[in-house]
Structures are given as C-alpha cells and as structure tokens.
C-alpha cells in the first residue's frame, strides 16, 4: 500500500489487477517510500519505550537476507540502501540459521537454530550485519522463541 498511496491508486482498485491502469513509479517514489517505510520501522521501534510500562510493544520485524553486491555486505533484503540503514533504526538487528551444535549430555551433534546478534562473517566469506544494542542479547542466542528474547532483552532493563 505504500507505494499505492504514492502513486495516487490507493482508492482505485483496478490499478491492483489490470496492469494497464497502473502506473510505474519514478526514482522520485521510490525515495518517497524509502523515507516512509523509515519512519514506520522508527514508530513500531518507539513502542517498547512507551512511558507506560503496561502499554509496551516489542515489535520483531522479520524479511529475507540479500548480499548488497557494492558493500559485499550480507543484510535485511529491504529496498535501495534501507538494508545495509536497518541497524541505525532498530534496537536489535539479527540474523536466524542453522547451526551445528553437540548436546553436552548425549555427545551428538545436531543441528539447531542460532540466532546472530552480532555482525558475524558466514562460512562463505560473506559479512553479515548485525546489531544488539546495550549487548542484553550476548553475542548470539540458541534455539531462540519470542519469549525468550524478550525475557532476555527486558530482563536487564533495571526498571
């Protein structure tokens, strides 16, 4: 819808199902929508530090990764440079994969998930972004639930 509200086809239907009706945005709206979808991932980041305790949001945004082929940077796949930006507007910037792991009890190797909280280099060479502001998340958590990383992340609030 961002890009619709830019473009003007927000109220017209059609322009979402015949193609002829829509127009293809310009650089000019792909800025535009660069601008609003930072000011949108700073409003959801700014509902965990409502005043009201109560009312408090923690808000996980989730995308796919991209490497940015200048930067050789591995990073959230949003569009222009918004990826290799994400970290600037959120508190925690991580990135979820598979890993091996031996069980101390059995001694088997299994593989599990990790989630990186910390810029990190990949088996490919490949360096990754990442970001755990006030370093509440250590530098990766395994088997990571939702539970678990906001317990993690409000526990050491001190309020």
Known sequence: ISMGTILGEVDDELAYTDLSRSTPPTRQDWLKSGVQMRKL???????????DRERRLHVFITALEKV???SGLGCPALPGVLGLEAGAYVDVLARLVIRKRRDPETEKVREVRFLYTKEHVADNGTTYLGKNRLGRLGKGVWEPTIDALVQLWTSEEGK
């Open 41 to 51: 991932i700073r409003a959801f980041r700014d509902l965990s530090y409502l005043a």
């Open 68 to 70: 940015d082929e200048p």
